[in-house]
């Protein structure tokens, strides 16, 4: 029985009345008591005043257990005569009030827990011989109890909130977030199954696979908690551009369609929320998961074998969930008719692009039927245009592509859960910085632990272009690190890595012809069964089965995510191998006629690095041509013909030159659209990119997105050429991208030039601030990072500071606030569901406090009046 469940389900509307009834009521006339006064004196169970006989504390105490057990559906396991040794025990435990030595005043200052542990252990004989479940039904009554005890005390006496405000007011918090959270309870027929249920959750989506970590001596399943890494999202906010932690982006907005590129997170996000929905020790940041029930529904494994999206009570099964079976009648409707769900649909790119209306209809329908849940909705960028989900409110993100303090963050973790954070940690990030093809590639968690695998197994060498690390991954998986760690014994089946190779392209060009992502296995059994009749010496090694199965355990590349069915271990490698088995069948014609679909945008960038010269030609000339013949499709050819550019090793000059030709009329950008497809082009686009002369406004905008998103610092000179313009939007924009550039070259050559006037400058770490201060600092900081307050008084600047943003919870009081003497305006953006805001009645120069509305205040009646409050949306 989960501890936290049984306080969660004792609502103030059922505990405070009872409670109210062992302790005298004030005549009229009385007033609030400014003094502090004897628990002992209050009890209407003892001495002179008393007016409840043992027998109705005893039926208090009956009632409280009763409630407990009946909404935590405890009742079940525990058998009357338990139940009602519980009910003893509360009583006499509660009757210890009368006995106590202690005032109202001391029992704040210890808080309900210690209060109920005090109470309890007075009469420890009273549990003796209980099961567990009774014992801790006792102490957690008693700890609800005691709550209400403590917010009953600080109701009655103005003495006690004046001089223990703090303790009060938590009392007061801890009351209304019971009564809050209690509408996420699941019902006493549902409380089982819901246990069960968020168990399989916990250990199905709990570890990750980590890229590379397949050795003998390493665990390939990383723990989630340790493996996630918080990236940011993104979107358009009017003049100022929104950011925000990932995992935060339903806790302000109920529904969100979240894009971002293979590779970048999006699944290891919806697996990270599902899991800390299931968890009851949730922090506060949190707390809007707490008593959320997680619906994981991949798209890919929704749509398996071209079966029907399907309808709520059919979302267990059609993921393959064990347990569906047992879920009660009803069950599904229950949870997302009281808005519990945390929908979470995860890869709608991963169906085929004719199919992607009626996905659409799927989810207005079930939005329509369930409006009051949580919508998470994930894709790669260009599979669905935007506003695809704007009729039904959903908020477009992007997932950021990772900082430089996240990559290295995140190449420091791959290497402590490898055992070589010394060995090869260290070297591998100045690599990454001083070689600008590995720093381009090392944006997203698949790319960065691809990059991290190759470099601590080829002992410090990395290729340099995307398809030669893809190549090297391929050696290293297959072949290679089985020879060089001696894995292979007397006995074993010995496959060739060419083999290989040949058999896994044949299942990855069968799922890119299907528009899939899963095969059954009864497939993949046929398929290489027909493959293996022209591989000899490969089936000589073992049956059919036998093959399949050696494919699953060593490749590293194959999966199964339900009993039977076989997928890639990423969309990237299936896209590899099966543009290498496309090109080597010469089927260019047939990747023509695809390339339009966005399925087939890596499949035809990859063709064209496996292909040799010219083919290459018949490829990109193909994408011209078809792009010249049709209007509808005309942008999105070209622009794939030019991201196709950077992989094109060796190219006839005439046709690189019509493709950057038909590239720069796609140039400027003038949508959100166009700039990302323009970034996927590469480095390439920056020598393209025009202005700020000749070009409007929005054209500016989107252009200077576009040079961000490629996000190499071989675009610090692009966006410098934009670093003196007044427009706040572009301002904003080449403020917030600091991270994602060298800390020091940017700060000289675009933050020190950008104009303040209304500015917020961001500040994401330590040495983005101290880069600040040399630059003389600035008027306006946005801290977007949990820095330390003193890091902040020290080079923020004190005497120029005059408008402050904290975009994080910096988990402090706000003292220090006063060290700026002339700051007017703070601005608390803060993830948490609350923020105590009393501490800045000292801060004697500040004029405006600007909160989130949905952020509850505290201590807003010990604010100077000077200081106005403002709420914002």
């Known amino acids: 029985m989960e501890p936290v469940s049984i306080g969660a389900r004792l609502a103030s509307s059922v ?16 007033g609030l008591v400014d003094r502090p006064v004897r628990i002992s004196s209050m009890v209407t169970f003892r001495g002179e005043k008393r007016i409840l006989t043992d027998s109705e504390l005893r039926k208090i105490a009956e009632e409280l257990v009763e409630r407990a057990a009946q909404s935590t559906g405890v009742s079940e396991r525990l058998p009357n005569f338990e139940r009602h040794a519980v009910a003893n025990a509360v009583m006499h435990s509660l009757s210890s009030l009368g006995q106590i030595d202690m005032d109202d005043i001391q029992a704040v200052q210890l808080g309900h827990l210690e209060l109920s542990r005090r109470l309890r252990s007075g009469n420890k004989a009273a549990t003796l011989g209980l099961s567990s479940d009774a014992v801790l039904l006792h102490a957690r009554v008693m700890d609800t109890a005691c709550l209400h005890i403590l917010h ?32 996420r309870t699941p019902s006493p027929a549902d409380g089982s199954f819901e246990e069960r249920y968020g168990t399989y959750i916990s250990t199905k989506h709990g570890k990750l696979t980590i890229f590379g970590l397949d050795l003998t ?18 979107g ?7 950011m925000m932690p990932a995992e935060q982006v339903l806790a302000g907005h109920a529904r969100v369609l979240l894009r971002g590129v293979a590779g970048s997170g999006k699944t290891t996000l919806v697996q990270w929320l599902a899991v800390r929905a299931t968890r009851y020790n949730v922090d506060e940041r949190l707390l809007y998961l707490h008593g959320l029930v997680p619906f994981v529904l991949p798209i890919r494994s929704l749509t398996r074998a071209g079966a029907r999206l399907p309808a709520p009570d059919e979302f267990l099964s059609a993921v393959g969930c064990p347990i569906a079976h047992a879920q009660p009648a009803g069950w599904y409707d229950r949870v997302l008719t009281a808005g519990r769900g945390l929908m979470l649909i995860d890869g709608i790119d991963e169906m085929p692009e004719g199919e992607r209306e009626e996905a659409r209809n799927w989810l207005r329908d079930l939005i329509a039927s369930y409006p009051k849940n949580r919508w998470l909705v994930t894709s790669r960028p260009s599979a669905v245009r935007d506003d695809w989900l704007g009729g039904e409110e959903f908020m477009e993100l992007d997932l950021a592509p990772m900082s430089r303090d996240d990559v290295a963050a995140f190449i420091r973790r791959w290497h402590e859960a490898a055992g ?65 760690r001696g894995i292979y014994k007397t006995g074993d089946m010995r496959i060739g890595e060419t083999q290989q190779v040949q058999l896994l392209q044949k299942l990855a060009y069968w799922l890119i012809r299907n528009g899939r992502s899963e095969m059954d296995a009864k497939d993949v059994l ?49 896209d590899y191998l099966g543009a290498k088995a496309a090109v080597e069948s010469l089927d260019f014609d047939f990747l023509g006629r695809n390339a339009h679909l966005d399925q087939w945008e890596d499949v035809i960038r990859m063709a064209v690095a496996h292909a040799r010269p010219a ?41 690189r030159t019509e493709v950057a030709h038909r590239a720069e009329k796609l140039i400027p950008p003038r949508s959100m659209a166009q700039a990302r497809a323009l970034a996927d082009v590469g480095p390439v686009v920056l020598e393209l990119l025009q202005g700020p002369d000749n070009l409007s406004a929005d054209e500016i905008h989107f252009t200077v997105l576009t040079a961000i998103r490629i996000g190499t610092d071989a675009a610090i000179p692009v966006l410098s050429r934009f670093r003196s313009m007044g427009d706040q939007r572009v301002r904003s924009e080449l403020a917030l991208a600091w991270s994602r ?36 600092g600035r008027s306006r900081l946005r801290i977007t990072s949990p820095l330390n307050p003193e890091e902040i008084v020290q080079f923020g600047s004190p005497h120029r500071l005059r408008g402050l943003c904290i975009a994080t919870d910096l988990r402090c009081t706000w003292e220090w606030i006063d060290s700026f003497p002339h700051l007017a305006e703070l601005v608390l953006e803060t993830p948490l569901p609350e923020v105590d805001v009393s501490s800045l009645r000292h801060a004697r120069s500040l004029r405006t406090l600007l909160l989130p509305a949905k952020v509850r205040a505290i201590g807003t009646e010990f604010l100077p009046r000077t200081l106005e409050v403002i709420r914002t949306e």
């Not at 358009?236 to 929104?242: K, M, R, S, T, V």
């Not at 193909?622 to 794939?640: F, M």
């Open 741 to 776: 550039f060298d800390t020091d070259r940017y700060a000289e050559e675009i933050i020190a030039h950008l104009q303040e006037y209304e500015l917020d400058f961001v500040v994401s770490s330590g040495r983005e601030l101290q880069a600040l201060h040399r630059l003389g």
């Open 236 to 242: 358009a906010g009017g003049e100022i551009p929104l």
């Open 615 to 655: 083919e290459r030609t018949r490829l990109l000339t193909g994408l011209i041509e078809r792009g010249d013949a049709s209007q509808e499709t005309q942008h999105r050819l070209h622009l794939l013909a030019a991201a196709c550019l950077e992989d094109a090793t060796e190219l006839d000059p005439e046709v």
């Open 420 to 484: 070589s954070a010394d060995a090869y940690g260290k070297e591998l990030l100045y690599t990454v910085w001083t070689k600008q093809e590995l720093s381009r590639l090392a944006t997203n968690p698949l790319m960065c632990a691809l990059i991290c695998a190759l470099h601590r197994d080829r002992r410090g060498y990395l290729p340099d272009g995307r398809k030669e690390l893809y190549d090297a991954a391929l050696s290293m998986l297959l072949s290679r690190r089985d020879r060089e």
């Open 217 to 234: 001596e390493s665990s390939r399943s990383w723990p989630l908690d340790a493996a996630y890494l918080s990236l940011e999202a993104t």
């Open 15 to 30: 505990v405070g009345p009872l409670i109210k009834r062992l302790f005298v009521v004030d005549g009229v006339g009385a």
């Open 152 to 183: 009953f005390f600080t109701t009655r006496s103005t003495f006690v909130p004046r001089t223990l405000v703090e303790q009060s007011r938590r009392i007061e918090e801890l009351s209304s977030k019971i009564d809050t959270l209690i509408l």
């Open 526 to 574: 046929d398929l290489l069964s027909r493959a293996l009749t022209a591989m000899p010496r490969a089936t000589e090694q073992g049956t059919v089965e036998q093959i399949y199965r050696h494919l699953l355990v060593r490749s590293g590349l194959l999966i199964e995510p339900v009993e039977n069915t076989m997928q890639f271990i990423h969309r990237t490698f299936q």
